[in-house]
């Protein structure tokens, strides 16, 4: 420019991306369809959208020694704990890898326990659950090339928790969750529990229905732990080969496998009706938690559990819970405790844990994360009055 000294620079470069569309992993019957891609600044964009406060804050830095991928830190500033932020900040300076694809190599970096088979760090492709939980306090971190945005910090409640719970009335989110939580430790406990009473226990099965089983396990050649590992190999074998599978077979092959495998499988003698069932139970109840990685993480700890509870009974059983409990008991994630609000115990928190309490009692943000402003709303409950009916006589 004429009179200038200083010159002025402008990004003109427009890469390809695909279109703004419903996320294919978290799908909702009510709420938003647009999702997250796999371009950076428009993600940001669509959290700009949602907040538009001058608060919200993004921070940008290149992790990867090799790709210098660029990731964004968001949260807002006058509500985050600014320790939080210094420690996010801090584990992806330290991220000294020569790679970053996806957000999955940024979760195993910055996680506190990489051996514990719990993910410590939520991840989602949906901008109104990215923004819920920056109101909250949390940070969020993007990365340029995938949809998938992670949570910091993360607490075993709210992988059992979806953003569709917030649309609907208390009564009904609460009920939907706590059948998720029925159906989470279906899939975890009814294989063992079957193999630890049959085995061990028999004398807890009523008459009628020991009859049953006793006359459906007529013939089979293995134990009964032995038979259920073998149908939860076969299982995961089919549920691993669907996912592979190209889409236009992959339903076909799931709804074949089960019926044929399992059919012939009675058929042969070589499982009882009995257990097709409950492993078909044990399934349908690991496909009904939200999250994928926590139903895998679930799905995994069923093997340790069935041979302990074929090898001791009940006793092994409740071993295994307890050492699983004290697992989690221990597990942190950023230093928040992942049970909480479970234990430590926070009784405002437990409001929005097994059960949701409706939105206008939820006037604080979770204590477990010290944010700088616990207020969420300062609106105070009273009782609804219709401007077309008189008022009533004090």
């Not at 200083?6 to 647009?34: C, H, M, N, S």
Request: glycine fraction near 6%.
């Amino acid at each position: 420019m004429e009179g200038l000294t200083e010159a002025f620079l402008f990004d003109e470069k427009e890469l390809e991306k695909r279109a703004i569309e419903q996320p294919q992993g978290e799908q909702v019957i009510r709420g938003p369809r647009d999702g997250f891609i796999e371009h950076l600044q428009t993600n940001i964009a669509l959290i700009r959208s949602r907040i538009p406060v001058a608060k919200l804050r993004v921070k940008e830095l290149k992790v990867g020694l090799m790709t210098k991928s660029s990731v964004a830190i968001c949260y807002l500033d006058e509500t985050v704990n600014k320790k939080l932020v210094e420690e996010v900040e801090s584990r992806l300076r330290n991220a000294n890898i020569d790679r970053v694809l996806d957000s999955g190599y940024i979760e195993q970096l910055i996680e506190d326990n990489p051996s514990s088979p719990f993910p410590q760090v939520q991840y989602t492709e949906r901008p109104d659950k990215a923004v819920g939980n920056l109101v909250e306090g949390r940070v969020i971190i993007i990365i340029d090339g995938t949809p998938l945005v992670l949570i910091c910090p993360a607490t075993f409640n709210q992988f059992l928790q979806t953003s569709e719970d917030y649309n609907e009335r208390a009564l009904i989110s609460s009920l939907i969750r706590m059948i998720r939580i029925l159906a989470l430790g279906s899939s975890l406990l009814f294989p063992s529990l079957y193999v630890a009473v049959l085995s061990f226990h028999p004398e807890l099965i009523p008459a009628e229905f020991a009859v049953a089983v006793t006359s459906g396990r007529g013939g089979i050649p293995f134990p009964v732990v032995v038979e259920v590992l073998l149908m939860e190999i076969a299982m995961e074998i089919l549920r691993e080969a669907t996912v592979r599978m190209p889409q236009q077979v992959g339903g076909a092959l799931s709804i074949v496998g089960v019926l044929v495998i399992g059919q012939a499988a009675v058929e042969a003698g070589f499982v009882s009706p009995v257990t097709v069932v409950i492993i078909a139970l044990s399934s349908i109840g690991s496909f009904a938690t939200p999250a994928y990685n926590v139903a895998i993480a679930f799905r995994l700890l069923r093997f340790p559990i069935l041979l302990l509870s074929g090898m001791f009974g009940l006793f092994g059983l409740v071993s295994a819970m307890l050492l699983m409990f004290n697992h989690m008991l221990a597990l942190k994630s950023f230093g928040v405790p992942y049970l909480s609000p479970i234990s430590p115990a926070d009784w405002y928190s437990l409001r929005d844990s097994i059960v949701r309490f409706p939105l206008r009692w939820l006037l604080k943000r979770p204590e477990e994360l010290h944010t700088y402003n616990t207020v969420r709303s300062e609106r105070k409950r009273r009782k609804p009055h219709s401007p077309l009916l008189p008022k009533e006589d004090k």
